[in-house]
Structure formats: structure tokens, C-alpha cells
């Protein structure tokens, strides 16, 4: 008989990808744009929020590197560009607190190079 899934560790995981290219390589990298500071600081607002459940990690190439630094929030699978503090605290605040979006944000099926 098979045995129901266990349930999650987390109920959210955001992946920001801290990718680092050469300095000068044509596609650009995440790392290079800010994107390990943004982790870093994103880590620590979920934690001063309280957001329980929700893991922040850091991820390798997203593939998504011209428009980084990026991220995607599982289990919904939504990615965002963000490039400020200010843009955290609204994919934090919108997504994870409020479980909208932020949709000037979002990468979508458009946003491959």
C-alpha cells in the first residue's frame, strides 16, 4: 500500500541565485549584480518578520542571468528580478506575508534569453 507524502519542512523556498560568471562574460552573472547581498538581506527581513516556514537559500545559475539577480519562491514557482532592498521587502511582503504577488516584478515565459 503506499504510504501519503510526509509533510513539508517548509511551506515556502525561495532559491536566489548568487551565480557568479567571469567579469566581463557576455550573458552577466547574479553574484555580480548584488545578488549574494540581496540573499543575505532577504534572509534576515524573513526572520525579523517572523515569516515561519519560509527557507531562503542560495541557488547556483537560475538561467535567467540577464535579468538578475533573480529568484523563484516553490512551491508556486513564481520567479522575480529584484535589484533593491526595497524590492525584497515587497516580494516578502506581498508574497510571502500576504500570498499575492508583485507582478512588475515576475519573470515570466517572455524573460528567456
Same mark, same amino acid.
Given at each position: ?9 517548509f511551506?515556502?523556498h525561495v532559491?536566489?541565485? /548568487?551565480?557568479?560568471r ?5 550573458? %552577466?552573472?547574479?553574484? @555580480? ?12 527581513r524573513?526572520?525579523?518578520?517572523g ?7 542560495? @541557488?547556483g /545559475? ?5 535579468? %538578475?539577480?533573480?529568484? +523563484?519562491?516553490?512551491?508556486? %514557482?513564481?520567479?522575480y528580478? +529584484? ?12 508574497h510571502?506575508?500576504? %500570498?499575492?504577488? +508583485?507582478?512588475r516584478?515576475?519573470?515570466t515565459e517572455t524573460?528567456?534569453?
Amino acid at each position: 500500500m503506499d504510504q501519503p507524502d510526509p509533510p513539508p519542512f517548509f511551506r515556502a523556498h525561495v532559491f536566489v541565485c /548568487c551565480n557568479r560568471r567571469p567579469d566581463g562574460h557576455k550573458r %552577466g552573472s547574479c553574484a @555580480a549584480r548584488g545578488s549574494e547581498a540581496l540573499r543575505d538581506y532577504m534572509k534576515a527581513r524573513a526572520k525579523e518578520l517572523g515569516l515561519k516556514g519560509v527557507r531562503v537559500n542560495q @541557488a547556483g /545559475c537560475l538561467d535567467r542571468c540577464e535579468f %538578475g539577480p533573480t529568484l +523563484v519562491i516553490y512551491p508556486e %514557482g513564481v520567479w522575480y528580478q +529584484v535589484r533593491t532592498r526595497e524590492e525584497v521587502d515587497e516580494v516578502l511582503e506581498a508574497h510571502l506575508v500576504k %500570498g499575492g504577488r +508583485v507582478p512588475r516584478l515576475m519573470l515570466t515565459e517572455t524573460h528567456v534569453a
